[in-house]
């Protein structure tokens, strides 16, 4: 089977979407051939079986070159795919959806966020199937919709040894933005530390427009105020094939994101064997019996998870979930379960 893939850009260096260019490794495992239409274009080493089509942005197109493009790429490569997979872009699937079923290809769109709208709606109609993660990744009900994981790779961390001495080395890993709630973070360190528990906080990412600078600004201010600053170090993002690297340096990681989608960090963070503390209501069913422990619903349960881990000898939960995320959450599995969906047809 041949397979168009449209997705926002291909760089396997950049920080926040470097992850896609191991998804397409994995995909050209399991098809004939794969076209890439994207809107922008980086640094990658691909399989000869993939080609790369850029709409442009990255010579700075405009948002009508980048339509007419678009409009282009699929027309001169329709004979060279079958099914077509639109990753986090519903506004894809509008603007394609006609040509494709004209054609009789299959569309797939994947969406993994709670936000719905006008346009995720009509892209639902168009569409043949939906994949996501969790009921919470999707929030429209509908007979299109796959439940199919996650689509985590492997992430290669080395064994660092465990903790050094008493300290306990805990992390933020994504986006410096309002909506992440990394205060929250901050305030449970400072609450840990109150407690008796000798811990750190590396805080590792980006702000990239002007509310996440200025909310990089308060972060500062709130670690002060707390009278944790010497205990809270700000880094800089790094590229995704540098997260095992980043891991290794953690005992922990902590994710306060708000109930929604599946937060990816927290899953490559388990799959790289360290546990990840969440409010996201999401992973409760991932975490499954283990959930009081890594699951907390509000500030105050994030703070008596962590210490509750911090003082306890304990690592068989750590080692169960690990392993469940790492069977069913696979990028692996997650491309073979979309090719056979495909297949079906249904």
């Not at 922008?40 to 000869?48: A, H, N």
């Not at 509008?94 to 993994?112: D, K, M, T």
């Not at 109609?125 to 969790?134: A, E, G, M, N």
């Not at 109930?259 to 069913?285: H, Q, Y």
Request: proline share 3%.
């Amino acid at each position: 089977m041949r397979i168009l893939i449209i997705t926002q850009k291909v760089d396997r260096n950049d920080t926040v979407l470097g992850f896609f260019h191991t998804w397409l490794l994995e995909f050209a495992k399991n098809y004939e051939s794969i076209e890439v239409i994207c809107l922008e274009k980086g640094d990658y080493d691909l399989p000869q079986n993939v080609t790369v089509h850029s709409l442009g942005k990255e010579s700075g197109m405009s948002r009508t070159q980048y339509i007419i493009r678009f409009y282009k790429n699929i027309y001169s490569l329709r004979k060279q795919y079958d099914v077509v997979f639109v990753h986090m872009n519903p506004i894809y699937v509008i603007l394609g959806a006609f040509f494709w079923r004209a054609y009789g290809n299959r569309i797939g769109l994947w969406y993994v966020h709670k936000a719905v709208n006008l346009q995720l709606r009509l892209a639902l109609v168009l569409t043949h199937f939906v994949f996501t993660s969790s009921p919470e990744s999707f929030r429209i009900k509908s007979t299109k919709v796959h439940y199919v994981g996650h689509g985590v790779e492997a992430v290669t961390v080395t064994d660092n040894g465990g903790r050094i001495g008493n300290r306990l080395r805990a992390l933020y890993l994504g986006r410096i933005s309002e909506i992440k709630r990394i205060d929250m973070i901050i305030r449970t360190v400072s609450a840990l530390r109150n407690m008796g528990v000798d811990v750190v906080l590396s805080v590792v990412g980006d702000a990239i427009v002007e509310n996440d600078i200025k909310y990089r600004a308060f972060l500062e201010d709130t670690a002060r105020f707390f009278d944790v600053s010497n205990y809270v170090r700000f880094f800089p993002a790094v590229p995704h094939e540098e997260i095992g690297t980043i891991l290794n340096r953690a005992d922990i990681m902590i994710n306060a994101s708000p109930d929604g989608g599946m937060d990816k960090v927290v899953l490559e963070s388990w799959i790289g064997g360290v546990p990840c503390f969440t409010t996201n209501k999401a992973f409760r069913r991932v975490f499954g019996e283990y959930a009081p422990l890594f699951y907390a619903l509000d500030e105050e349960g994030l703070v008596q998870s962590v210490y509750a881990f911090a003082t306890s000898k304990e690592i068989a939960p750590v080692q169960e979930v690990s392993s469940h995320i790492k069977t069913h959450y696979s990028l692996s599995g997650l491309a073979k379960t979309i090719l056979n969906i495909y297949e079906a047809g249904k």
